[in-house]
T-cell receptor, first 111, second 112 residues
Framework: AAGVIQSPRHLIKEKRETATLKCYPIPRHDTVYWYQQGPGQDPQFLISFYEKMQSDKGSIPDRFSAQQFSDYHSELNMSSLELGDSALYFC??????????FGSGTQLSVL | KQEVTQIPAALSVPEGENLVLNCSFTDSAIYNLQWFRQDPGKGLTSLLLIQSSQREQTSGRLNASLDKSSGRSTLYIAASQPGDSATYLCAVITSGTYKYIFGTGTRLKVLA
């Protein structure tokens, strides 16, 4: 069965650079979520989309933006990267308010 | 603001033991609650989903209960095995929102 696909798996950037993370949800899932997880921490909610419209927002820095495209894939754009942005970034998808399926994540390292 | 906590933070048990993990949430107006398993450096796998109208869900050796009025859920693992070693997280979605709030997790180690 198809799963949530995230790319890239690993990303290394310098401070002040820009990063773009991609997420391809499971077909027919209408909701996409983005989470940030630091080492030893629980996942922190960033932003969600329902039917391609932003539906909720968490503690996402103004330097971050996200969108969902007509084919339902989503991208998280992160600018002016800081050392503290180093984390595992997860995308998850689900039918509306149903079981969440997570991707394998993107490990972002900011040097 | 919804807050989710899990007790204990870590647990080490011998193989074969039955164990209970606890999850508490502050806002009882939830749509559903999910329990997840996470292996180190990996993504999260949903184990059980309990709708707000349900009291429990079972899958194999796992049983999750929900007491919405008291803001609590428990995950019961029967006859634990070394392969159950992982971090277990609960997450709730509050009615009227589109975000799951995660608990702090319980790191479980099952010793052979």
């Amino acid at each position: 069965a198809a799963g949530v696909i995230q790319s890239p798996r690993h990303l290394i950037k310098e401070k002040r650079e820009t990063a773009t993370l991609k997420c391809y949800p499971i077909p027919r899932h209408d909701t996409v979520y983005w989470y940030q997880q630091g080492p030893g921490q629980d996942p922190q909610f960033l932003i969600s989309f329902y039917e391609k419209m932003q539906s909720d927002k968490g503690s996402i820095p103004d330097r971050f933006s996200a969108q969902q495209f007509s084919d339902y894939h989503s991208e998280l754009n992160m600018s002016s990267l800081e050392l503290g942005d180093s984390a595992l970034y997860f995308c998850a998808s689900s039918p509306f308010h149903e079981k969440l399926f997570f991707g394998s994540g993107t490990q972002l390292s900011v040097l | 603001k919804q807050e989710v906590t899990q007790i204990p933070a870590a647990l080490s048990v011998p193989e074969g033991e039955n164990l209970v993990l606890n999850c508490s949430f502050t806002d009882s107006a939830i749509y559903n609650l999910q329990w997840f398993r996470q292996d180190p450096g990996k993504g999260l796998t949903s184990l059980l989903l309990i709708q707000s109208s349900q009291r429990e869900q079972t899958s194999g050796r796992l049983n999750a209960s929900l007491d919405k009025s008291s803001g609590r859920s428990t995950l019961y693992i029967a006859a634990s095995q070394p392969g159950d070693s992982a971090t277990y997280l609960c997450a709730v979605i509050t009615s009227g929102t589109y975000k799951y709030i995660f608990g702090t997790g319980t790191r479980l180690k099952v010793l052979a």
